[in-house]
């Protein structure tokens, strides 16, 4: 399943993170080195498939670990708003 | 010399022209600004103002403070005195028209700023041989001490408590002068303000200049370090000056602010009241090289 950033949700790279502002709840929020190499797959319209091999190519952590981060990632991602389904 | 029948009486002049925070300004109400000449953007006028509309917030004694939405117009009103602020006017009603003064040029301007898609923080800058120090805190945090001390070691002064910036990321130069409360020692002598503190009107930079680093005072930073990324901005958010949302793309430009501040800037962490000097030179010099 692919994925793509709602029209309320913006976000910036800043040094290797990202920044978000959810302009629907007028909230700020930031994702860390880990969080922003799945955040660009997924808003680049990557799956979660795609997000667990750039993760394990980029640092060295087993296929399971980054599974788990990136479902765990998503999921919240998912529940704030920060990312909807791209299918129609 | 012109000879004026006696039935012609020249009357004082009641608008005063000055800047503030890089805005023209003409004001019935008199601000204790170095007059200057120049396009006006904000007329201050005194007149009545009815603090109603859509109450934005108010504290817990809805005597202190205030803010409503009225249309295009910011209502606030602050210890009994009310203030109406559309981009262009600020129309004034009050009593008192020291407290008044005090509150327009600091906290009323943080909204007139924002009507004219200005964002502020809150934090005093300080200037030395073109590059500038921003120090940012909460009230007590110490970065009026820390700027005054860079003062003493001839610096100049740009801005005290807020802080707004130019297109090209300059800190604006604010009203001239620095407050302390009394109880700060004999260096602050003097005659407190409305708002119980001591003026005192320390050296200059009137243009703006580029910002060397920032320093956050905060008692989340246990000794000082560089901040990056999101760190960076969360703590940088935690100092926008006037927290309350009054104006349409303020979250929008509040989040360019910080990022452009994160991205280019360094910044630094620290304890409240924990810098020396020192420290502080030291900080804007590694940057600065």
């Known amino acids: 399943m692919s994925y793509r950033v709602p029209e309320h949700v913006h976000a910036r790279p800043v040094q290797g993170e990202v920044m978000i502002l959810d302009t629907r709840s007028n909230r700020y929020l930031g994702l860390n080195g880990t969080g922003a190499a799945v955040w660009a797959v997924l808003a680049g319209g990557g799956s979660n498939a795609d997000a667990v091999a750039d993760l394990t190519t980029r640092f060295e952590v087993t296929p399971e670990t980054a599974e788990a981060d990136v479902m765990r990632l998503l999921e919240e991602l998912l529940r704030l708003g920060l990312i909807i389904s791209a299918a129609p | 010399m012109v000879v004026l029948p006696k039935h012609i009486t020249v009357l004082p002049v009641c608008y005063r022209h000055s800047i503030l925070f890089g805005l023209g300004v003409t004001s019935e109400l008199e601000l204790p600004l170095r ?75 943080s909204v007139v700023l924002a009507a004219h898609q200005r964002e502020s923080l809150h934090g005093s800058a300080v200037e030395h041989k073109g590059h500038t120090v921003a120090i940012l805190g909460a009230s007590g945090s110490g970065k009026s001490t820390a700027a005054h001390a860079l003062i003493k070691r001839g610096w100049r002064l740009v801005s005290d408590d807020l802080l707004t910036f130019d297109a090209d990321l300059r800190v604006v130069p604010g009203p001239p002068w620095m407050r302390f409360l009394p109880s700060h020692g004999d260096a602050w002598s003097g005659t407190p303000d409305a708002g119980g503190k001591v003026r005192v009107q320390p050296p200059v930079s009137s243009h703006p200049a580029p910002i060397a680093a920032i320093v956050i005072m905060a008692p989340e930073h246990q000794r000082c370090v560089r901040l990056s990324g999101t760190s960076a901005a969360a703590a940088l958010l935690q100092q926008v000056y006037n927290p309350l949302l009054t104006h349409p793309g303020q979250v929008h430009r509040r989040f360019d602010l910080v990022h452009a501040l994160v991205d280019r800037i360094p910044i630094y962490g620290a304890a409240p009241r924990s810098l020396s000097v020192d420290q502080l030179v030291r900080i804007s010099q590694e940057t600065i090289a």
Not at chain 2, 56 to 81: E, K, M, R
Not at chain 2, 89 to 98: G, L, S
């Open chain 2, 35 to 109: 007059q200057s000449f120049g396009p006006a953007q904000v007329e201050v006028v005194f007149g009545h103002v009815v603090a109603e509309g859509v109450l934005l917030f108010q504290t817990d004694d809805p005597h202190q403070f205030a803010c409503y939405q009225q249309g295009h117009a910011v209502i606030v009103v602050w210890s009994g005195i009310r203030f109406e602020v559309a981009p262009e006017r600020v129309v004034v009603d009050a009593e008192d028209h020291d407290t008044a003064a005090h509150l327009l040029v600091s906290a009323v301007w």
